[in-house]
């Protein structure tokens, strides 16, 4: 969350108005919902893994343990990601019990186990048919709502660690 104050700063028990700038915070939503669906995507195409990744609105990166890509990835990887994103997918939020989170399969790849053990309740994102992760982050309600994926670069970072760099258009 980022403030910007307009003025001094408040006192501790001052009355205080905030706004969320909903275009960002939209089109936020809009790129992590995307990133799901790549880790779906990929997930269910190759049995690869994330490994990290980083977003801003309407342009991310996403790491994976493939070595090497497979030929034709970024054509395949995008056109898929656009085909579940036209199949309208609802997503889904719920809540689980830390002991029931840690043995179910899907949840499991994304690492629960790294989740400090004072949670004991975990949020799941599920793109319905997709994806479903552990996640406390903000999406839209359906894949459709993404709007369209493109696949601008593909990056070598070492030995079973490639980078694809994404952007989410209109």
Request: aromatic content about 6%; proline content about 5%.
């Amino acid at each position: 969350m980022w403030h910007t104050l307009q003025g001094p700063v408040p006192s501790v028990g001052d009355v205080v108005h905030g706004a969320v700038d909903w275009d960002r915070r939209f089109n936020l939503m809009r790129t992590h919902t995307a990133m799901h669906i790549l880790c779906g995507v990929i997930w269910n195409e190759w049995q690869v893994p994330v490994t990290g990744g980083n977003m801003e609105p309407l342009s991310a990166r996403m790491d994976f343990e493939f070595d090497p890509l497979p030929e034709g990835f970024a054509q395949r990887v995008e056109d898929l990601v656009n085909e579940a994103i036209a199949r309208d997918f609802p997503i889904e939020v719920s809540f689980l019990p830390r002991e029931t989170a840690v043995l179910d399969a899907d949840l499991i790849r994304t690492k629960v186990s790294l989740i400090p053990e004072t949670v004991k309740e975990i949020r799941v994102v599920d793109i319905v048919g997709l994806d479903k992760q552990a996640d406390g982050g903000t999406h839209v309600r359906s894949t459709a709502d993404v709007g369209r994926f493109r696949v601008i670069k593909l990056e070598n970072k070492g030995k079973g660690n490639k980078r694809v760099r994404v952007e989410i258009l209109d």
